[in-house]
Structure formats: structure tokens, C-alpha cells
């Protein structure tokens, strides 16, 4: 990226955010911290009104606004790819304000730059499925995000996966991730006293509380990382020979695959997984016992021949 989009992207950044710190824009744009200053500099001597500094962050004078800004075609393809997906994998609540924000970003283009948006629209589309994410019927996923812009604790009827039973929590929304296909929500669960990482498909029913947050919480990402760390990942090599690699489809980046190994023996590959559940994998595996061996852990080959004993056909 040359300076001078460099510079016009800067400004869009100070424009989408109350505070911009250099950590952010170092980040964005690859570039050193004395590059920023010399591009925020730059951008005051271009009559820019620039608050704030190096250690609390920039930030645009109050009252500043800039005038509509124009998106390249690029970026508003970006945007129809993007609506696609929050289509299949969010609920009616954030589909229909992701869908008022493109009307609004159609809105700033040219005639002939909106025909093509329109054209382009009919051209990116997705195959019809089941996707395992929120009820269609509620806004789950909506109510979780605006508790936590609010700060407002939320109450939750919830089905455990462990016993199988609904419950009613109490929590303090934190954030929220998306993983293999679903939504989770962390939070500090008055109940238990303690954080916990809630499926959002098995929320049954969840209603915004006006009570205010009143605990100081680690950031999300945070307590992502140490979701990462503290969880028991098992690990688990299967063998397949080259030519069968590609029956063996992209499931199995779901089932948590970390490296393809060539061994160059009689054109055999290693798949190497860390997974969560032995006996989750190897239902999976199931589906291509006919091509793949497992190689470790023994465990895997006893639960697959305990559930064969079982199998009714």
C-alpha cells in the first residue's frame, strides 16, 4: 500500500473509532511506530483536527465529520460475500441490521456502481443447508450483543449438554466467538460463581435484565486464550494412502486436523489431530474406515469396536 492510501486508510480508521491507539494502526498496516507519527503528523498538516496522543490514543475533534465516503468495487464485493454468510450462520436479528448497513452503503454509490453491485448480487449465492447455529425463530445471538454494549446482565434458560437439563443462569455477557459452525457465549455465571462458554443453540430462552454489570471482567480475548490453554486436547494420527486423500473432506479441519505428514511410504500421508472428544472422533472416523487406519492413540480402535458391536443394520 503506497502512503497516500496508507494515509486516507488511517483516516477512515479515526473515523469508524472513538480512539485509535498506534498498537492499532502498527497492527492494520504493517508498518513502524515512527511511520505513524510521521502519518498523523501529515495528517494534521492536511488541516485534519487530530486530538490525543501516543499513549491515550488519536482520536477526531468532536463535531468533526467527514463527507460521504465512496467504496471501491473490491470492498463492496466483500460486503455481498459477507451478507451470504451472515445469512446462514447468524439470526434474524443481525441478519436484518446487516442488511439495513448494506442498504446504507448502497445508498452512498453511483448509479452505475450500484447496477453492478445488483448484478453481482445474483452471482454469489450459497448451496441450501441446515446450519447448526442459532434458532432461526429467536434473536439470541442480537439480545447477547446488546447486553453486553449496554452492560446489562442476561438470564438464560439453558440446556447442559453434560446432564441434559435446563437450567436457569444468571450471567455477565462478555463476548461471544464463533467455532465449528456455531455461536458461543462467554460469560461470568452468577450461579456457579465462575466463567463459562455457553452454546447458543441450546440457549432455550434468554431475556435482557436492566441489572448492571457490576464486576470488573477479563477482556474476551483473554479468556479465549486461556479457554485454549486449560482444555485437555488428545492427540490422535490416522493413516491414509495419497490417493484416497481426497474422499476424506473438509470435515476434517472441524475434527481439529494440525498437519498433513508425507511418510513416502507406498505414497502413505499421516492426518495428526488434536481433538476434544476420543469418541466423538471416532464416530467420524467411522466414515472412512474403509480407506484409514488409525495409528494412536489404541483407545480410538477400542471405541470404534465397541460401537461396530452395536451397530444395527
Keep these: 500500500m503506497n502512503r497516500i492510501d496508507r494515509l486516507s486508510a488511517i483516516l477512515i480508521l479515526l473515523q469508524s473509532r472513538s480512539t485509535v491507539k498506534p498498537k492499532d494502526i502498527i497492527k492494520r498496516f504493517g508498518i513502524g511506530i515512527r511511520t505513524v507519527y510521521r502519518d498523523i503528523r ?108 449496554q452492560q446489562n446482565k442476561i438470564q438464560l434458560n439453558y440446556l447442559s449438554h453434560s446432564k441434559n437439563e435446563i437450567t436457569e443462569r444468571i450471567i455477565d455477557p462478555i463476548g461471544v466467538f464463533f467455532s465449528m459452525s456455531n455461536w458461543y457465549c462467554i460469560g461470568y455465571c452468577n450461579n456457579r460463581k465462575d466463567y463459562r462458554t455457553f452454546k447458543i443453540n441450546r440457549i432455550k430462552n434468554i431475556t435482557q435484565s436492566l441489572i448492571p454489570i457490576d464486576k470488573n471482567h477479563p477482556p474476551l480475548e483473554s479468556i479465549l486464550q486461556n479457554l485454549k490453554t486449560q482444555t485437555e486436547l488428545q492427540k490422535v494420527i490416522i493413516e491414509v494412502n495419497r490417493k484416497d486423500l481426497p474422499i476424506i473432506d473438509d470435515t476434517k479441519y472441524y475434527q481439529g486436523l494440525i498437519m498433513e505428514k508425507n511418510l513416502d511410504e507406498n505414497d502413505l500421508i499421516e492426518l495428526h489431530f488434536r481433538v476434544f472428544s476420543l469418541e466423538r472422533f471416532a464416530r467420524w472416523y467411522l466414515s472412512y474406515i474403509d480407506i484409514a487406519k488409525i495409528k494412536f492413540p489404541k483407545s480410538i480402535s477400542d471405541i470404534v469396536h465397541s460401537i461396530l458391536k452395536k451397530t444395527i443394520i
Design 42 to 149: 501529515a495528517l494534521e498538516e492536511a488541516g485534519i483536527p487530530i486530538t490525543g496522543d501516543s499513549r491515550l490514543g488519536y482520536s477526531l475533534v468532536e463535531g468533526y465529520k467527514l463527507p460521504p465516503l465512496m467504496f471501491t468495487e473490491e470492498e463492496a464485493f466483500a460486503f455481498l460475500a459477507a451478507e451470504k454468510l451472515v445469512d446462514k450462520f447468524t439470526d434474524p436479528g443481525v441478519r436484518d441490521s446487516y442488511k439495513l448497513g448494506v442498504d446504507k452503503i448502497r445508498a452512498v454509490m453511483r448509479i452505475v456502481e450500484k447496477k453492478t453491485i445488483t448484478d453481482m448480487t445474483q452471482k454469489i449465492g450459497t448451496l441450501d443447508f441446515n446450519a447448526p447455529v442459532v434458532n432461526n425463530a429467536y434473536n439470541h445471538l442480537q439480545i447477547i450483543l446488546d447486553s453486553i454494549a
